[in-house]
């Protein structure tokens, strides 16, 4: 929150009382956002391709729509945000109060976890997938062959 501009400097305070204080040399033609009392919380959740997507976006609805903090003013927005390996990315946006933004987005990302395994729905776990080498004779020859040595 922003609590003084003065000439030298702006001071804000934050979430957690702490006072910070930015010189306006540092600010002057930034980009500022400035959320006075309600902020955007943006996740996003990896989940199985195999998963029913309806079904996932109504149990993080369920979520939001039960927890007071969610500004009702300002809709949630639940999708598909992207895709991965396996899976696919479900993207969250609300609004909570700026000043317990992250205790409610901790609690709201535990509250998500918790009704996505009551769901049945897995997360997409750590899954990696690596390149191997390719290990054809040819490649192999092509490879060992040095940019000076070939005519």
């Given at each position: 929150m922003?609590?003084?501009?003065k000439?030298?400097a702006?001071?804000?305070?934050?979430?957690?009382?702490?006072?910070i204080?930015?010189p306006?040399?540092e600010i002057?033609?930034?980009?500022v956002?400035?959320?006075?009392?309600?902020?955007i919380?943006?996740?996003?959740?990896?989940?199985?391709d195999?998963?029913?997507?309806?079904?996932v976006i109504?149990t993080?609805?369920?979520?939001?729509?039960?927890?007071?903090?969610?500004?009702t003013?300002?809709?949630?927005?639940i999708?598909v945000?992207?895709?991965?390996?396996?899976g696919?990315?479900?993207?969250?946006r609300?609004?909570?109060?700026?000043?317990?933004y992250?205790q409610?987005?901790?609690?709201?990302?535990?509250a998500?976890?918790k009704?996505?395994?009551?769901?049945?729905?897995?997360?997409l776990?750590?899954?990696?997938?690596?390149?191997a080498?390719?290990?054809?004779?040819n490649n192999?020859?092509?490879?060992?062959?040095?940019?000076?040595s070939?005519?």
């Amino acid at each position: 929150m922003v609590e003084d501009v003065k000439l030298p400097a702006t001071v804000l305070r934050g979430e957690d009382g702490e006072k910070i204080t930015i010189p306006n040399k540092e600010i002057v033609g930034q980009v500022v956002v400035y959320s006075e009392d309600k902020r955007i919380v943006e996740s996003r959740i990896a989940i199985g391709d195999a998963q029913d997507i309806d079904q996932v976006i109504e149990t993080l609805r369920g979520v939001l729509e039960s927890d007071d903090a969610v500004d009702t003013n300002w809709p949630p927005q639940i999708g598909v945000h992207d895709f991965t390996i396996g899976g696919v990315i479900i993207g969250l946006r609300f609004w909570v109060p700026t000043k317990s933004y992250f205790q409610n987005r901790y609690a709201l990302n535990t509250a998500f976890l918790k009704a996505l395994k009551a769901a049945g729905v897995p997360l997409l776990s750590g899954t990696v997938a690596v390149a191997a080498p390719d290990l054809s004779a040819n490649n192999e020859a092509q490879q060992s062959i040095s940019p000076t040595s070939a005519s």
